[in-house]
Nanobody
Framework: VQLQASGGGLVQPGGSLGLSCVASGNIISANRMGWYRQGPGLQRELVATATSTGDVDYDDSVKGRFTISRDITKNTVHLQMNSLKLEDTAVYYC????????????????????????WGQGTLVTVSS
């Protein structure tokens, strides 16, 4: 099982970017999927998350500008970022929280695995004029 993020790049202030993350493998469920980011010299912080029941949560700094959407059937999560600011510059990481998956191609009782947190490789978003 792995998380593959895409969509980062360079954008001017006020511009838009979309990030996508696909969780591949034999996944049973993930309670929450979302995005975190780590700016230069900063700690990793939550950006937005979406639960399997449709609840979403945003950091105050992105409310009204970013929109998270999740497709449970496809194990994907998308982050639409609008009105980007210089301070949005960071490496963005896809996260899956409380994930159950199977270690092989087929699921048997003894192949079910649990990961409290699984991370993608990160994608760089640079907001610059």
């Amino acid at each position: 099982v792995q998380l593959q993020a895409s969509g980062g790049g360079l954008v001017q202030p006020g511009g838009s970017l979309g990030l996508s993350c696909v969780a591949s493998g034999n996944i049973i469920s993930a309670n929450r999927m979302g995005w975190y980011r780590q700016g230069p010299g900063l700690q990793r912080e939550l950006v937005a998350t979406a639960t399997s029941t449709g609840d979403v949560d945003y950091d105050d700094s992105v409310k009204g500008r970013f929109t998270i959407s999740r497709d449970i059937t496809k194990n994907t999560v998308h982050l639409q970022m609008n009105s980007l600011k210089l301070e949005d510059t960071a490496v963005y990481y896809c996260n899956a929280h409380q994930m159950y998956y199977c270690s092989g191609d087929r699921c048997y009782e003894d192949t079910v695995r649990y990961a409290n947190d699984m991370w993608g490789q990160g994608t760089l978003v640079t907001v610059s004029s």
